[in-house]
Antibody
Framework: EVQLLESGGGLVQPGGSLRLSCAAS????????MSWLRQAPGKGLECVST????????YYTDSVKGRFTISRDNSKNTLYLQMNSLRVEDTAIYYC??????????????WGQGTMVAVSS | DIQMTQSPSTLSASVGDRVTITCRAS??????LAWYQQKPGTAPKLLIY???SLRNGVPSRFSGTGSGTEFTLTISSLQPDDFATYYC?????????FGQGTKLEIK
């Protein structure tokens, strides 16, 4: 079955940086757009960023534009999220997720287990 | 951005009940709507996509209807495993807006 395994979360001070990774397996990674979503403690879900299967196009929610960069290495079946200039309000569980079909946008049919990012001084 | 509004925010029900959750979009999204179930400490799971298509492996007691701006998720006969939080999500635009969630509690 499809597996998505996030890593790279942790505690960071405001203004700091983190790089999240998501290792994918059991599907043809390069054919599917992938997304990073987040969920602040006790709150709802928000899509942070999406990248096309080729990596040639991407989408960011307004609150992270200019601070976060999504990328992928299809040779390594890995998705990344580089997070710079982190703010307290970025504190959340970050999930990577696979789109249901090849097209973007679409529903998310598989999610990783999540990695916690805590931004605090 | 397209805003998604779910109701109710909390729903108390008993095993065997039929329950319905509503999701409204701020503009038409055709049938580009998904429903997810999330249990504490775990990632969301896709239940329904394209408003009414049941994902493989999801019990048939779950069903979805709607198009345009109004959508519903119905659970025909609640089972103990169904008590969780449910989210709707639009994918008409890449902003992928989610509803605020409906927590289904045991009465």
């Amino acid at each position: 079955e499809v597996q998505l395994l996030e890593s790279g979360g942790g505690l960071v001070q405001p203004g700091g940086s983190l790089r999240l990774s998501c290792a994918a397996s059991e599907f043809t990674f390069g054919r599917y757009a992938m997304s990073w979503l987040r969920q602040a403690p006790g709150k709802g879900l928000e899509c942070v960023s999406t990248v096309s299967g080729s990596g040639g196009s991407s989408y960011y929610t307004d609150s992270v534009k200019g601070r976060f960069t999504i990328s992928r290495d299809n040779s390594k079946n890995t998705l990344y999220l580089q997070m710079n200039s982190l703010r307290v309000e970025d504190t959340a569980i970050y999930y990577c997720a696979k789109l249901l079909a090849f097209s973007n946008p679409d529903a998310f049919d598989f999610w990783g287990q999540g990695t916690m990012v805590a931004v605090s001084s | 951005d397209i805003q998604m509004t779910q109701s109710p925010s909390t729903l108390s029900a008993s095993v065997g009940d039929r329950v319905t959750i509503t999701c409204r979009a701020s503009q038409s999204i055709s049938t580009w709507l998904a429903w997810y179930q999330q249990k504490p400490g775990t990632a969301p799971k896709l239940l329904i996509y394209k408003a009414s298509s049941l994902r493989n492996g999801v019990p048939s007691r779950f069903s979805g209807t709607g198009s345009g701006t109004e959508f519903t998720l119905t659970i025909s006969s609640l089972q103990p495993d169904d008590f969780a939080t449910y989210y709707c999500q639009q994918y008409d635009s890449p902003s992928y807006g989610f509803g605020q969630g409906t927590k289904l509690e045991i009465k």
